[in-house]
């Protein structure tokens, strides 16, 4: 019997150094938007691998995962995602996930009285939450506690990147300042800024609502145009990973009635930017949303 015990130790260990340790193995961490992807890269050690499934330009109200994305979901140990809705076409996946896997949705870590409820709607959270990077940072804070508990939060690193950006949130103040009091409107495409125009003292218009699932009508046009020619608004703004049509047909509209009104950029909601644009960052792309607003406007 000795003996059997013996080698039933040597098997045991054996199998356990062919086998590498979970811990040298690092978790695989799959995140929906590319901001959650760059908040897990700066929060998470680098035993882990990171994937996000929505890259450049990728609309996360309209996006249909692939099976490729779908290989790495059902792959991976943690599932980190935004929630509130925002990736409205994986709802029912991410909910029959959480059944058997970890799938951390951080926009419950917002209290509920800091939720912007969606126009129009009596209950429904407007899901943009990263506009205000206060309120992002305490997402962050949450994601970060979630992380600890699988051993693979980076602390060091995690302090660093939130007390950026607690500094970025400063700098928003105080770039946007520039502007003054009676061209602080923002016109954008959907009605993703709503959490930014809160935050930082902004008034927001969208053409569509809150999810671009919705379409813009012809009156939408008309009504924006006549508000932009009665209050000598200068600049409207377009999405990057939003359709320019409806903005264009109001800088059209504008034109007929004789307003010079004009494009004041690409402001990047709801997908980061692709490699070299300046904005492929979370961080890099709230400075780069700022800087746009703050030029057109002033
Ligand atoms: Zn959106």
Known sequence: MKKYIGLLIVVFFGACTENEPIEEKGLKIVCTTGMIGDAVQNLADSTCTVNTLMGPGTDPHLFKPTKQSLDLLSDADIIVANGLHLEGRMQDILEKMQRNKTVIFIGDAIPAEDLLIAEGSEFIPDPHIWFDVSLWNKSMRFLSDELRKFGVLNEAKAE??????????????????????????LIT????????????????????????????????????????????????????????RSIEAVIEGCEQKGFQLELGGTLYSDALGTEGSGAETYISMVDHNVATITKALK
């Open 160 to 185: 660093a990147y939130r007390n950026e950006l607690s500094a970025l949130d400063e700098s928003v103040q105080k770039t946007l300042s520039e502007i003054p009091d009676e061209r602080r409107v």
């Open 189 to 244: 495409a959907h009605d993703a800024f709503s959490y930014f125009g809160e935050a930082y003292g902004m008034e927001v218009i969208g053409l569509q609502g809150i999810s671009t699932v919705s379409e813009y009508g012809i009156r939408d046009v008309t009504n924006m145009v006549n508000l932009i020619v009665s209050r000598n608004i200068p600049a409207v703004f377009v999405e990057s990973s939003i359709s320019s």
